[in-house]
């Protein structure tokens, strides 16, 4: 657990995403693609439906859309004052050719010109928790700098046999972006944890290891939000609303009831509606879950779960909690309730 | 006081092999989902599939064999500065991986790899940069020094087709490096002075462009990242500095020599700067300096420089300890760590 006087001074000032094009549905897509009928039942007995292509665009479209989309709520003027420009992604090739650099066409196609910019990658989902850790250190050691800005770009590449992640999620493709900063925030950060597991380092590479995660997964996942809880001093029913990665409800189901809390507790309505954006499913879920909630005064913690063994928690606060004490305290009554 | 300690620092750089294709190495079934429809602002585009060979000149760089993957060669170089210094292992606090070119494997991560195998107390500052062209060493550098955490460097690439090993006149070769770093070493080899960072424009159609714009272009930007360094300012002038960095040929190693004002370490037609090492390349001038202040019996003042085609560079002012000891492949601190 954190001191308690330790102060929470970062949160988001802006979040958007681009989901691109309209919605396609996984009925049409299955009827198009010859996927089998009985894989698709399943889907839809799972609550998955729809999802968004790319097409031809590039990651740097997808990223540079979310851009813009801030830059048509805020005006250009903060893009002058980002500090720092941090990309997660977890596709491995949802980047440009090497040696090019997704980084490069965003800072050229903005005119942004951070004092340090780079990817984060190998965390796969967890990765876009990591590149908020980072940001706010960076940040953090340098007053002079307003804002620090935070990309992610991930695409399917394949057919059905990757787009559909087994039969209880669909991936879709996205570019979101999250303005980083200390001032008229969304959401206030607070505490960050990671929980890692050795031995998952692989990946889905093996029958073996693909079983493994399939039967950890969940645990993990709960370990995962246990230990935040466990940073924030209070207990995971605290939490107004858990945040998960927009695939495989029956796992979110059952790690619901292994946490003790009803299984609306976590937002999964985008498993729906939006499919599996990977490390773009923060800012997807908090634009249309957390921050409704967070705006109501609630506290929400969200799950960067990774086929690696790699989990990273973060807790989402309204923008009055300023330190522990604080965060712990509108908690209480239901915590006690 | 340095801003960084260097402490073991280990490269593996397998045998030099002669090639006449471009591109790196073709392995079958790898990198097949560059060439669907998604793929396409993923790989070079003048790779179409079943493009396994571009014809070049003859020209030798460090490869290897298709079974070893980029990850293998990490932790061959991780492993080594371990075992050259293993009182270290348990100050590690952090690992930064680098890598360029995605590892054949795909799904594994390789600084996760790294981390269950050798720093498993390190879990939560544990991550790979990427987007930073073959240039990741001064934002891992500044990185580290921001954190203030003792932290493992590593570095590698493996070019494999549709990539290009052979790139406006640069020849990549397959390396790894890695390199223990911190402000509380009990013993060091170097140490980091000063650290500048460039995050500018990257290179117009850098597939096509003529050797002569490349090696126009990576010249201008590691003149920006050494004039960053302000090495003027120093005590004589920055006259006692030597140069060292990026193999990208004679011609840049010269005209960038005589454009800084610095004595480069190595003549211009030392077959060294005829082969980059990739991502690990820093790590190698950084190698340099030590050799030639161990020769030399004194410290000596290097300004190591790099820079990429994705519009990333970056330079250090790195002092070069004349006691460091020889290891089977790199250097070690004569006084522990």
Redesign the interface.
């Known amino acids: 657990m954190l001191d308690r006087a330790h102060r929470f001074d970062f949160g988001i000032v802006a979040a958007a995403c681009e989901l691109p094009g309209d919605a396609i549905d996984i009925v049409d897509y299955a009827a198009a693609n010859g996927v089998d009928e009985r894989l698709l039942a399943e889907l839809l007995a799972n609550h998955v439906r729809y999802f968004h292509d790319?097409?031809?665009?590039?990651?740097a479209d997808l990223v540079a859309s979310a851009i813009d989309a801030i830059v048509a709520e805020r005006g250009r003027g903060w893009l002058g004052k980002v500090g720092y420009?941090i990309?997660a992604r977890t596709q491995?090739?949802?980047?440009?050719?090497?040696?090019?650099?997704?980084?490069?066409?965003i800072?050229?196609r903005f005119g942004i010109?951070?004092?340090?910019?780079?990817?984060?990658?190998?965390?796969?989902c967890a990765?876009v928790v990591?590149a908020i850790d980072?940001a706010m250190?960076?940040l953090r050691?340098d007053p002079a700098a307003e804002f620090a800005l935070i990309t992610t770009a991930d695409?399917?590449?394949?057919?059905a046999e990757?787009r559909l992640r087994q039969n209880a999620g669909v991936q879709t493709?996205a570019g979101t972006a999250l303005l980083i900063g200390r001032e008229q925030l969304l959401t206030r950060f607070g505490p960050i944890t990671?929980t890692?597991f050795?031995?998952?380092?692989?990946?889905?590479?093996s029958p073996q290891l693909n079983a493994m995660i399939a039967r950890t997964t969940p645990f993990q996942t709960k370990r995962s939000f246990e230990r935040l809880a466990d940073a924030c001093g209070m207990a995971i029913g605290g939490f107004a609303q858990l945040l998960p990665i927009n695939a495989d409800r029956h796992y979110w189901v059952e790690i619901a009831r292994f946490l003790g809390v009803p299984e609306d507790r976590f937002f999964l309505d985008n498993i729906t509606r939006r499919g599996h954006a990977l490390c773009g499913d923060l800012a997807i879920n908090l634009i249309d879950g957390g921050l409704p909630v967070i705006g109501a005064g609630g506290t929400v913690a969200y799950c960067g779960q990774s086929?690696?063994?790699?989990y990273a928690n973060i807790a989402l606060c309204p923008p009055g909690v300023e330190t522990l004490v604080d965060f712990i305290r509108p908690q209480a009554a239901d915590v006690d309730a | 006081m340095s801003m960084l300690e260097l402490g073991t620092l280990t490269l593996v750089v397998p045998t030099t092999e002669t090639h006449t294709s471009a591109l790196g190495q073709a392995i079958a079934s790898v990198n097949n989902h560059l060439y669907v429809s998604a793929g396409a602002v993923s790989r070079p585009p003048n790779i179409r599939r079943g493009v396994t060979t571009v014809w070049s000149p003859p020209y030798e760089t460090p490869t290897v064999g298709p079974m070893v993957r980029s990850s293998d060669l990490a932790y061959d170089a991780v492993a080594a500065a371990v075992a050259a210094c293993p009182a270290a292992r348990d100050d590690i606090q952090a690992l930064l991986h680098m890598q360029c070119v995605v590892d054949q494997q795909i799904v594994g991560s390789t600084c996760l790899r790294l981390q269950q195998s050798f720093f498993r107390h390190a879990a939560e500052s544990v991550m790979t940069l990427g987007q930073l062209g073959t240039a990741p060493m001064p934002t891992a550098l500044a990185l580290a020094q921001r954190t203030g955490l003792t932290t493992a460097l590593s570095a590698s690439d493996k070019w494999v087709a549709p990539f290009f090993r052979r790139l406006g006149g640069t020849s990549f070769g397959d390396a790894a490096a890695c390199a223990l770093v911190g402000h509380r070493l009990t013993g060091a080899i170097a140490g980091i002075e000063h650290v500048a960072v460039v995050n500018g424009a990257p290179l117009p159609s850098p597939w096509t462009a003529p050797v002569s714009d490349v090696r126009s272009f990576l010249g201008s930007l590691a003149i920006k990242a050494l004039a960053k360094l302000r090495l003027g300012a120093l005590p004589n002038g920055g006259r006692n500095v030597w140069l060292a960095g990026d193999g990208h040929g004679a011609e840049v190693a010269d005209a960038l020599a005589q454009d800084a004002g610095l004595v480069p370490l190595l003549e211009p037609d030392n077959p060294m700067n005829q082969v980059h090492l990739s991502s690990a390349s820093l790590f190698a001038a950084i190698a340099q300096g030590v050799a030639h202040a161990v020769k030399a019996g004194d410290t000596i003042d290097v300004a190591v420089w790099t820079a990429s085609i994705s519009g990333h560079a970056g330079a250090a002012l790195v002092r070069c300890r004349p006691d460091a000891m020889a290891t089977t492949n790199g250097w070690m601190a004569a006084t522990g760590q």
Request: a negative charge.
């Open positions: 790319a097409g031809p665009r590039s990651d420009l990309h491995p090739f949802s980047c440009p050719p090497a040696p090019t650099s997704v980084i490069g066409e800072c050229d010109a951070p004092k340090l910019a780079f990817g984060i990658e190998q965390l796969a990765g990591a980072r250190m960076l050691t695409r399917v590449f394949g057919g990757w493709d990671y890692m050795p031995g998952l380092a692989e990946g889905p590479s086929n690696l063994g790699a």
